[in-house]
């Protein structure tokens, strides 16, 4: 499944086939708009979850149909209705993350409930824009927005913000953070616009990663891991892969088979076998990490 500014594609690989689901304004049982953000997978009961800039849509797989929800029927462009990012946390919620806010969807009942970042400490932030929504793995909710990162624990209803301080260089490296990963240790990875930042949760400080540390690009999109601890990385020039024990990165751009040098926001994902898959501008690109292997052979001169 695939989620384009074309609309939202599937792939039957077996086959090689595809079908297209497109909007179309004379049935309202289509997808609501053709820019979709998000993709989330219910397995139980055969239906996905599709955000997209205008609207959230409920797609039953086995007819075809979509039932689209907003959070304002009346003013249906509003930003609260252009959907980014879809989560599921451990007690079932359904968070969803939008340009003016996150959100809770009662999916059984079909409407929006409260929007947490309308929190009274979090009003010096001039934008709701949420471009990513995580849960760890002591079920606190991770916020990525253009001002910043925002922890949010349920328990307490006690929301921290983290954000760059140029005086400090243990501080978030930028303010727009576009993605969330945490590793098989527990490690919290952070992407920002301007590099990689790890996060120690016992001290609050992030330690950061940059080109300067040998990362092909600046603008980090998205984070995957593979089965042997390796970090993958999605960027403005390239694709990563950085060794956490040596702090080591192994760059890739088009001549080594990319869609392109680059990628884009809110695209990647890994297959229950293992296999990757980033978004980029020009397609999409998929492998097996085991499977990129490095030439050891130095040509003679």
């Known amino acids: 499944w695939i989620g384009s500014n ?54 039953d797989k086995r007819s075809g149909m979509f039932t689209t929800y907003f959070l304002d029927s009346n003013n249906i462009f509003e930003d609260q209705n252009h959907i980014v990012s879809l989560c599921v946390d451990h007690l079932g919620t359904f968070w969803v993350g939008t340009a003016g806010g996150l959100s809770i969807f009662d999916k059984n009942e079909g409407k929006y409930a409260r929007n947490i970042l309308e929190h009274t400490s979090l009003q010096t932030l001039s934008t709701q824009y949420v471009q990513m929504v995580r849960e760890d793995r002591m079920n606190k909710l991770w916020i990525a927005t253009f001002e910043g990162l925002i922890r949010w624990d349920p328990v307490t209803d006690k929301l921290t913000c983290f954000r760059n301080n140029p005086n400090d260089s243990t501080s978030l490296c930028h303010d727009f953070v576009l993605s969330i990963y945490q590793d098989h240790e527990g490690t919290l990875w952070f992407g920002t616009k301007e590099g990689l930042n790890c996060l120690d949760l016992t001290m609050n400080k992030f330690t950061r990663y940059s080109q300067n540390d040998g990362m092909i690009g600046h603008a980090i999109y998205g984070i995957l891991e593979d089965d042997h601890g390796n970090l993958w990385l999605s960027s403005n020039k390239g694709l990563s892969k950085f060794n956490i024990r040596t702090k080591r990165f192994r760059n890739y751009d088009s001549q080594d088979g990319l869609q392109s040098d680059e990628f884009e926001q809110v695209a990647f994902c890994k297959s229950k076998t293992g296999e990757m898959f980033f978004g980029g501008i020009n397609g999409v690109t998929s492998f097996f990490p085991d499977s990129i292997v490095d030439n050891p052979m130095v040509p003679p001169i």
């Open 6 to 59: 074309g609309g939202l594609d599937k792939l039957d690989r077996a086959s090689n086939r595809w079908t297209h689901y497109i909007h179309d304004l004379s049935n309202p049982l289509s997808i609501s708009n053709n820019n979709v953000m998000a993709i989330l997978d219910d397995d139980t009961r055969g239906i996905m979850w599709i955000g997209t800039w205008n609207g959230l849509n409920k797609f």
